[in-house]
C-alpha cells in the first residue's frame, strides 16, 4: 500500500501505542470495542460507517485493514464503493485516495 508523506505506519503505531501505553492504550481499545459491542447498528453497517470516517480522516492504513474486515464478513464491493462515493460531495475530489486505497483492499483478497 501506498503511503501520504503524513502517515506513519498506523497499524504498526497503534498495535505498539496499546501494548506498550499501559493502561491508557488499554482503555482506549476497550473504548473503541464498547463502541462496537454497544452500537444499534449491525457488525456490518457499523463498519461501513467507521470506514467512511477513516476516509475522511485520511486513515488510510486502518481504511485498508477495516475494508478488508468487511470484506469477510460479507460486505460486497459495490458496498464498500458506495460508501466511498457517498463522501464525494462533501470531502471532493480528496476523497480519491481513499477510494483507492478501499478499493484495492477490496479486491487484493
Do not use: W
Amino acid at each position: 500500500m501506498d503511503t501520504t508523506p503524513n502517515q506513519m505506519k498506523q497499524d504498526r503505531a497503534y498495535g505498539y501505542f496499546h501494548h506498550n501505553s499501559g493502561e491508557v492504550g488499554k482503555a482506549f481499545h476497550e473504548m473503541y470495542e464498547k463502541t462496537v459491542s454497544n452500537s444499534a447498528l449491525d457488525k456490518k453497517t457499523h463498519e461501513l460507517v467507521y470506514i467512511a470516517y477513516l476516509a475522511a480522516t485520511k486513515e488510510y492504513s486502518g481504511l485498508e485493514l477495516h475494508v478488508k474486515g468487511l470484506k469477510k464478513i460479507g460486505a460486497s464491493r459495490t458496498e464498500i464503493e458506495s460508501v466511498m462515493l457517498c463522501g464525494l460531495a462533501p470531502l471532493g475530489i480528496s476523497l480519491s485516495y481513499a477510494y483507492q486505497v478501499a478499493m484495492t483492499a477490496y479486491d487484493s483478497e
